[in-house]
């Protein structure tokens, strides 16, 4: 069973930008690829970001290039999402993901239980 943690949510000002953490609990990190979605109330969870078992492949939507980088640290278990120029349209929880594929869409199998992201304006 995988389980993912998240922390970094909080409330920041348009324009500011937020590092969302998140750390796994497997043994095998590096047999998984890692991601984050998104869901902002009364809207459909949205695809933010993945990496690859390498961290060498990253995949964003292109609505999100350009403002959001992810990387991962396999000897801390974690995935990191870092999101600049902040809009209060990006208000909503993100979640963790992980999977041991690499998909295009993205499907990941296992969810964190996401942090709150809240975007004044």
């Known amino acids: 069973q995988v389980h993912l943690v998240e922390s970094g949510g909080g409330l920041v000002q348009t324009g500011g930008s937020l590092r969302l953490s998140c750390v796994s609990s497997?043994?095998?990190?590096?047999?998984?690829?890692m991601g984050w979605y998104r869901q902002a109330p009364g809207k459909e969870r949205e695809f933010v970001a993945a990496?690859?078992?390498?961290?060498?492949?990253?995949n964003y939507p292109s609505s999100m290039q350009g403002r959001v980088t992810i990387w991962r640290h396999d000897a801390n278990k974690s995935v990191y999402l870092q999101i600049n120029s902040l809009k209060p349209e990006d208000s909503a929880v993100y979640y963790c993901?992980?999977?041991?594929?690499?998909?295009?869409?993205?499907?990941?199998?296992?969810w964190g239980q996401g942090t709150q992201v809240t975007v004044s304006s």
């Open positions: 993901a992980s999977s041991t594929r690499w998909d295009y869409p993205y499907r990941p199998f296992y």
């Open positions: 497997v043994d095998s990190f590096s047999d998984y690829t």
């Open positions: 990496v690859n078992w390498y961290g060498d492949k990253q």
